[in-house]
T-cell receptor
Framework: AQTVTQSQPEMSVQEAETVTLSCTYD???????LFWYKQPPSRQMILVIR??????QNATENRFSVNFQKAAKSFSLKISDSQLGDAAMYFC?????????????FGKGTRLHILP | NAGVTQTPKFRVLKTGQSMTLLCAQD?????MYWYRQDPGMGLRLIHY???????AKGEVPDGYNVSRLKKQNFLLGLESAAPSQTSVYFC????????????FGPGTRLTVT
């Protein structure tokens, strides 16, 4: 069974600095999706970035980028120029493509604090 | 489009009471999911549905039942609430396209005393 591990329960970063959140996963599949979701205090789950495993190029969305290392099964999220609004819980998630049920597996989350 | 909505947003139950959480989506999505979120545990899948009239168990199904009588609605039932079911419940829906993006509802905070 697939698993997703986020080893940093909490992190802090100074406003305007760069921070990297770690995520590793375990799978025997070759094709899958990886996601980072943001959950601010409002509780709403917001998709930050998506990576398709067959794509070698790392996904980027404005200040958010990933470092996808398929062989190492690592999928870290880099936030550049951190802003106060980035303070949230961040979840890494894995989705199999082969499995028709299309279940998504979440890590336990990393709470990110932004220091003014 | 309202997206994914959940009713109610908050609820307090006494042990042994029953209730139903309603999830509705207006995006014509085939797939729908119920998760619970507990501190330090991330989101765990309770039940899911890959189409109208079909449901399946997820990671933590005990104590819950679901029904998907209409494509746009996915109901989560607690027959006899227990304090261990105190949690925040999220519904999500998805269309099985290239993006595989799940759309989440705003969550329901349930407290069982």
């Amino acid at each position: 069974a697939q698993t997703v591990t986020q080893s940093q329960p909490e992190m802090s970063v100074q406003e305007a600095e760069t921070v990297t959140l770690s995520c590793t996963y375990d799978t025997s599949e070759s094709d899958y999706y990886l996601f980072w979701y943001k959950q601010p205090p409002s509780r709403q789950m917001i998709l930050v970035i998506r990576q398709e495993a067959y794509k070698q190029q790392n996904a980027t969305e404005n200040r958010f980028s990933v470092n996808f290392q398929k062989a190492a099964k690592s999928f870290s999220l880099k936030i550049s120029d951190s802003q106060l609004g980035d303070a949230a819980m961040y979840f890494c998630a894995y989705r199999s493509i082969a499995n028709r049920d299309d279940k998504i597996i979440f890590g336990k989350g990393t709470r990110l604090h932004i220091l003014p | 489009n309202a997206g994914v909505t959940q009713t109610p947003k908050f609820r307090v139950l006494k042990t042994g009471q029953s209730m139903t959480l309603l999830c509705a989506q207006d995006m014509n999505h085939e797939y729908m999911y119920w998760y619970r979120q507990d501190p330090g545990m991330g989101l765990r899948l309770i039940h899911y549905s890959v189409g109208e009239g079909t449901t399946a168990k997820g990671e933590v199904p005990d104590g819950y039942n679901v029904s998907r009588l209409k494509k746009q609605n996915f109901l989560l039932g607690l027959e006899s609430a227990a304090p261990s079911q105190t949690s925040v419940y999220f519904c999500a829906s998805m269309i099985r396209d290239r993006t595989r993006e799940q759309y989440f509802g705003p969550g329901t905070r349930l407290t069982v005393t």
